[in-house]
């Protein structure tokens, strides 16, 4: 499934969504959205999908200090009132540090239309 997406802040985020198995890979096109590709993982359903979404609505009116968070081993999702920051931790055990390089920062609305249309590959692949 690949699937062409205006992202809020200009430009187009492009992603390729293919499964194997129990394993769901994300690919992008664009380098700055690469961070997303951490989201690449064995084991996800639907339903956890789901609440990571439930978590960015809910992270849309959450000041700052009080963010939603979620992680896996890959990557460190934050959310507050302001957007959401994404941190590659593969990038950071890898000796990576610059948070130009290291972090992602997107709309609510950008990240559930990606986490949507993900969960949508999911249903109908599994």
């Known amino acids: 499934m690949e699937i062409g997406r205006d992202a809020d802040h200009g430009g187009k985020m492009n992603y390729i969504f293919k499964n194997k198995e129990d394993w769901f890979y994300v690919t992008l096109q664009e380098e700055n959205y690469k961070t997303l590709e951490r989201f690449t993982y064995y084991g996800w359903t639907p339903t956890k999908v789901q609440e990571i979404i ?17 992680a896996n081993e890959d990557v460190t999702l934050r959310a507050n009132e302001n957007g959401v920051l994404l941190i590659d931790q593969m990038a950071q055990r890898g000796g990576m540090h610059d948070p130009d390089i290291i972090t992602l920062r997107l709309t609510h609305n950008e990240l559930i239309t990606f986490l949507n249309d993900f969960k949508k590959f999911m249903e109908e692949n599994q």
Not at 54 to 70: I, M
């Open 54 to 70: 439930d978590g960015l609505e809910k992270a849309k009116t959450r000041p700052y200090g009080k963010e939603y968070v979620w």
